[in-house]
């Protein structure tokens, strides 16, 4: 049994891909299985996923589009390891990711965690930092989210039929954070910067109409 299960949602993301699976594979941790679900991807996304060499990939198909939270949850239904690590198919990890986050959680006996990282632009410029800090009760995260789910490892067990991605367009990670701070499950940050975001014009993250 691997000790991480990486949960990969797919959706055209063609010119990013390769570059996030390789950010796993080349991980100073090396016990991982990578999850990575295609939400009928209409590009070539699955195409370059099945150019990679990795035995660890494995791609769970997806019979219609159902978004995002669907995606995590069929990834987080199908992880055969303890600890659930979530990543996007447009960012990208820090090579010490993995280790210096399980050290964190193993030293401190944490359920969740989290990490500060680094916003990129479409062409790989860093542009801007968000600092990781815990959070411990609801209205300590209601109003503002600078949680980056591409950094977010948490133990699998925390999670049940009524605890897991809700069904909605956008800010579904925001919403399932605040379902952990209801169950009082911490969400504990670790300022290091282990993770690369990349910011898109076009992404739902960054649409007001999306969030309103």
Excluded at 146 to 162: A, E, F, R, Y
Excluded at 180 to 189: A, E, H, M, R
Excluded at 195 to 201: E, F
């Amino acid at each position: 049994m691997p000790r991480f299960s990486v949960v990969i949602p797919l959706y055209n993301k063609e010119n990013f891909i390769e570059a996030t699976l390789k950010s796993v594979s080349e991980q100073s941790f090396q016990d991982f299985e990578i999850l990575v679900v295609n939400d009928c991807a209409t590009d070539t996304s699955l195409e370059v996923v099945k150019s990679v060499t990795d035995p660890r990939i494995r791609v769970i198909q997806h019979k219609k589009n159902k978004g995002l939270s669907a995606s995590r949850n069929t990834g987080i239904r199908n992880a055969s390891a303890p600890y659930i690590a979530f990543l996007d198919a447009d960012d990208y990890w820090n090579k010490n990711k993995l280790r210096t986050q399980l050290k964190f959680m193993n030293k401190n006996n944490y359920l969740v965690s989290h990490t500060s990282y680094q916003i990129i632009n479409k062409k790989g410029k860093i542009i801007s930092n968000r600092k990781a800090r815990s959070f411990f009760e609801v209205n300590d995260l209601l109003y503002s989210c600078d949680i980056g789910l591409s950094t977010v490892m948490l133990k699998k067990n925390i999670l049940s039929k009524n605890l897991k991605f809700p069904n909605i367009k956008t800010k579904e990670d925001f919403v399932f954070w605040l379902f952990l701070l209801k169950k009082k499950i911490p969400i504990n940050g670790l300022n290091k910067n282990l993770m690369y975001w990349r910011k898109l014009d076009n992404s739902l993250s960054s649409s007001s109409i999306q969030k309103i």
